[in-house]
């Protein structure tokens, strides 16, 4: 039986990941801001026959982070992997955002991959090994600005990640590997405004000729997360059906 945290598992990528890392054998540690949504995943993930634990906890609060992880090995008595995947956009150009508003999207999507890590890491070196799948984004090659919007604090953060993933492979080896997955255009709540407006012109923009679903990114963090012999740290996969190339 293996154990994973996965932070903001109340909906959309998170969910996904967590159903099918539960499909495989994982009890589901959700950590999550919404109570009612977690709650609802929480039964999904038991409806597969494995455990599931709700913590809400903002995810980029460390002392939350040490206390879930304490409690995670207290009940289910090991961490195998950490997904850091809650994370919030932040549409503000550069002459519009206000220092708070920067602040709270580098925390929401680049501090709270710190606060896990360091989490988790101890717990993982004492049982002998584990995995970290970090999700950044699409946006932190490209920057995150188009025409209509720019998501530059955003991409900042994401782009911050693909660092920190690269740093904390080092670090961590060789009992954890680290990685990161950069989803393109996902269909979920975080952007169900944006897709509507611009479906057609999105799907002509993808290769594959379709966004994103959760599942597509869930499958890559089963396999960086729970592959038996992965022999992989330190790497980012960008999984956008083909958008970047375009
Ligand atoms: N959907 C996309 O197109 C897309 C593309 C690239 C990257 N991503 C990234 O994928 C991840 C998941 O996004 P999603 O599309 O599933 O979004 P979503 O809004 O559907 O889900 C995000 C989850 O994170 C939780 N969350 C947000 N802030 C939190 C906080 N401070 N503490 C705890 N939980 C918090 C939310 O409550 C929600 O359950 C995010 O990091 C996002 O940046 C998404």
């Known amino acids: 039986m293996k154990t994973a945290i996965v932070t903001g598992a109340a909906r ?15 009890d589901i540690v959700i950590v999550d801001l919404l109570a009612d949504e977690a709650a609802r995943a ?7 026959g494995q455990r599931a634990r709700v913590a809400i906890a903002d995810v980029s609060d ?10 995670t090995v207290a009940e289910f008595g090991r961490i195998d992997l950490l997904v850091c995947n809650a994370g919030r956009t932040m549409s503000k150009g550069l ?37 970290i799948v970090n999700i950044s984004s699409l946006n932190a090659i490209t920057g995150g600005v188009t025409r209509a ?19 904390l492979s080092k670090e961590l080896a060789p ?10 255009i996902i269909e979920t709540d975080i952007n169900a405004a944006q897709v509507s407006a611009n479906r057609e012109m999105l ?9 994103g679903r959760p599942e597509d990114i869930a499958a890559w963090v089963a396999f960086l997360g729970a592959e038996p012999d ?3 740290t330190g790497q980012s996969v960008v999984v956008d059906g083909g958008q970047w190339v375009t």
């Open 62 to 71: 460390l002392a939350a982070a040490l206390r879930i992880a304490d409690e």
């Open 95 to 131: 002459l519009d955002i206000t220092e708070a508003e920067w602040d709270a999207t580098i925390d929401v999507n680049l501090k709270s991959a710190f606060c896990w890590a360091r989490a988790v890491a101890p717990h993982m070196q004492a049982a002998g090994g584990g995995r």
């Open 230 to 232: 992965m022999f992989v």
């Open 42 to 48: 929480a039964d999904s993930i038991r409806s597969t």
């Open 203 to 211: 799907q002509d923009s993808i290769l594959l000729q379709r966004l």
């Open 12 to 26: 959309g990528i998170g969910l996904a990941s967590a159903l099918r890392l539960a499909r495989a054998g994982h």
């Open 175 to 184: 009992l954890i590997a680290v990685n990161a997955i950069l989803p393109g």
């Open 149 to 167: 919007v720019s998501k530059f604090a955003y991409a900042a953060a994401k782009a911050g990640i693909l660092g920190l993933t690269r740093s």
